[in-house]
């Protein structure tokens, strides 16, 4: 069950008017809150540690006849011998655990805008920063070898015992019956999810991110299809973006959960054309007959070389009320920051 301890944020904008054709303009915005997730201790499905699936022998002292048989067939009962199984347990009986998510993060914006040369062309060139942090609060999951020794039982003395007990691989081994509801042993729990509590996991993402795009109507330059009234329009723009994303875990989420330090750290420039252009316009059979195209060029400094993506697309538009369109594109997508530890540049902490 997730519950919300409540939040706050703040977040203001400014525009300023330098002169009749440039604008200064900015935002901020800044948040922060904290939620959290009540659940029951469960163990997990083997894939949550790796690919070996826990491991039952079939001469378990909790199984019952019909419960080995259908683990183990013929080796049923039989010492030594063991069968494959996944243990996704509930323990329903015994307190609920707790894990706390904190988020924050800002985000600032600031550019200027404006239009010039006879309202010909208009630009904007802007900058951007943002960062968040999410904090959680750990529970810790069920360990992997623990579950393996606890599900491997035997008769001493006509009680159910680890076999770690019994060979002293691990004498604080506690029994596992996970054959049956209800298991309310806190012994049990306590070997399972003993790990220390206080675990953080630690997620900040960052961007910056500086942008500047110029338009134009050529159209007031008279350069125009001479069956349209709209000039054509082009749009040019370039972009600088820095990603960066990193994972602080402490020493008791690496007791508890593995994982390690890491930080990632990738750039990318792009460079952008588009193209609007009215063919005709207002006539029999084409109240509008545009063309439109776009282009941009990528290149990351995690990847070698650069790519490319385009468009050409076009709108026919027998009466007003009536568009059809067609459009062709090429697409490319390079892996974020966070996925590509190939590609990314990575630091160790």
């Not at 790990?195 to 159209?219: C, E, H, K, M, Y």
């Amino acid at each position: 069950m997730d519950h919300s301890e409540g939040g706050r944020s703040v977040g203001g904008f400014l525009t300023a008017k330098i002169s009749d054709d440039i604008e200064l303009y900015g935002n901020g915005l800044f948040y922060r809150d904290k939620s959290y997730n009540t659940q029951l201790n469960r163990t997990f499905n083997f894939g949550a540690y790796g690919t070996d699936p826990f491991q039952v022998n079939c001469d378990n002292a909790f199984l019952s006849g019909a419960q080995a048989q259908d683990l183990c067939g013929a080796n049923a009962g039989v010492a030594g011998q063991y069968a494959p199984i996944d243990v996704r347990y509930r323990f329903d009986g015994l307190p609920l655990t707790r894990q706390q998510f904190t988020n924050e993060g800002y985000r600032i914006v600031a550019g200027l805008r404006g239009r010039g040369l006879n309202d010909v062309w208009s630009y904007d060139v802007a900058g951007m920063i943002s960062r968040a942090r999410l904090d959680t609060i750990d529970v810790p999951f069920a360990r992997f070898d623990n579950i393996n020794r606890s599900l491997d039982v035997v008769r001493v003395n006509g009680m159910p015992t680890c076999r770690a007990v019994v060979n002293g691989t691990d004498p604080t081994c506690v029994p596992f019956n996970a054959f049956a509801p209800f298991n309310q042993d806190t012994a049990l729990n306590q070997y399972l999810y003993g790990g220390a509590t206080g675990g953080i996991s630690t997620r900040i993402p960052r961007l910056l991110q500086f942008v500047g795009t110029v338009s134009g109507d050529l159209g007031k330059y008279g350069i125009t299809s001479p069956l349209a009234e709209q000039g054509i329009a082009i749009a040019l723009g370039a972009e600088y973006r820095e990603e960066m994303e990193r994972t602080i875990v402490n020493e008791i989420f690496q007791q508890n959960n593995g994982g390690e330090n890491q930080r990632f750290t990738q750039s990318i420039l792009e460079a952008n054309a588009e193209v609007q252009a009215p063919l005709i316009e207002h006539r029999r059979f084409a109240e509008l007959l545009q063309v439109n195209a776009g282009y941009r060029v990528s290149k990351y400094n995690r990847l070698d070389g650069k790519f490319d993506t385009w468009k050409v697309e076009g709108l026919w538009s027998p009466v007003a009320d009536i568009t059809l369109r067609a459009s062709y594109n090429k697409s490319q997508a390079a892996p974020g920051v966070s996925t590509a530890q190939g590609a990314a540049n990575i630091f160790w902490n």
